[in-house]
Every structure is written in structure tokens, then in C-alpha cells.
């Protein structure tokens, strides 16, 4: 089944309910939001009412909430380990991420692996498994999805044996997975219309059950550019076919595909975006 959505807002006073109406709007059946700026850290309560209420308007309308994801903001950075306390502040504010991941009912939280700066390599691959394995608890109903990135500074995560690094040395090995991007694979320096080759690869080093999303975004960059500069579906470097191609692989069938594409003059691409997607058929939108 193909699940498909976008980035929505979450705001204080609609919360969750304003996330689900906006996908709703776009014909999304799955979606993903920061619980507040992606920059910052500043956070407002979460409304158990708003949530329950969100939870009703989810069901009526057939969204699963195990399909549906958050985003961690940029700035937590578990890879830099040299300054103790901004290492443990990150780690502090990712479990209370996780506990508004638990208030809201939505249990798959997108993680930057963050940059290595001055650490070197293999200690900053190091140094993101144990800020997981401290963040997170025995019991605990959540995933993270440790997110594919492109390269852009000293980004870690950006090749598949490096997330297989991570992931090798988390204790909680049921709660910590992936999420692709196709803009940051391309970036990082795959060829995405060799995508099945890249699939093989991912399945024979970590496996591809551990795939929970994919974003799709289009690359204003060049294979290998590490840049990370996403651009509207079939207007960028990757084109229309191949990420057509990869949202329908049936490897890669039920892992929900999130749409991280720039707005087009302050107006939301997305309803427009999924609708192509759907009909599998390039129009021109901008
Ligand atoms: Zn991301």
C-alpha cells in the first residue's frame, strides 16, 4: 500500500488536530511535523484533548498513527562529544522529544546523526550510539529513525556503513532504525536510477526491515555535491521517473513516503505533488 504525505505544521493552539486537517487537505494518508521550530528548542505543553480529539479525526478518515512520523530538530547533536555539557543538554532534550512523541501517540521520531566538527569519525559514530542508548529506556514504545544524510560539512551518516556503525552499537536494537532521503542519497553520492543496487547493499549490511520512512525530495545538486538542498518532484537533478520508481519499488511497499519539498512562492507544493505522484504522471506546477 503506498503510504504518501508531506511535511505539515504543528502550531500551539490546533496541534495535532491542525497536522492531521492539513494532510487531510493534501489527500495525505500519512504525515510528518517538528513539535515545534526545527531550530530551536523551545517547546509548549502538549493538549491531551487536542491529541484525543486528533486521534478520533485520524481513525474516521483511515490514518494510521504507527505511519505517521515526527522530526527531532536540528540542532540536538549527538556526534560531538567534546563539549560534556551541550552533549548531555542534547541528550535531555531528545528524551523529552521522545516523551512528546509518547503524549501525542505518534512513536517514529526522525534524528539528524548531527556532525562529527572537530570529533574524529569513528569516535562520533560512537558518540551517537551512546547518546541513544542513553536517551532511551527498556519498555519504551518508540522508534528512531536515524536519518540518511547528504555529506553537507562534517555531517556523519551519510553512507550505509556508517549508519550500520550506529546502529551496531545501540543497546535498544528494537527501537532504533532508518529513514532514507532521496535528495541526501543522491547528494551523498548514489546514483539513484541504480536504486535496486542500493537497495541490495542496504539489505545485505543492516537489512531492509529496518527502512520505517522515506523522504522524497528532488536535489537541486549534482550526484555526490553534498549539499542537501531539496527541490519540487521532477524539477531537480533526480527527475520525475526515478523517484516515481523508488516511491513505487515494492521493496519499499508500506514504508511511508514523506514529501520535504520548498514551497513555491509562500503556497504549499504538496497537494499538487502527491497528486502526480498518485496519477504517476509528470504535469508542470511551477
Ligand atoms: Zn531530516
Redesign the pocket.
Known sequence: MLYIGSHVSFNKDTQLIGVVETALSNNANTFMFYTGSNQSTLRFPIDKNLTDKAHQIMCENNIEREKCII?APFIINLANNSDERKYQFYIDFLKQEIDRCIALGINNL?L?PGSHVSVPKDEALLSVSKGLNEALKEGQNINILI?YMSGKGTEVGSTIDELKTILENVIYKDKVFICL?TCHINDAGYNLNNFDDFLDEFDQKIGIDKIKCI?INDSKNSIGAHKDRHENIGYGTIGFETLINIIYNPRLDNIPKILETPFIEDKSPYKTEIEIIKQKKFIEFK
Open positions: 522530526h526522525v539528524h536519518e532521503d523522504h
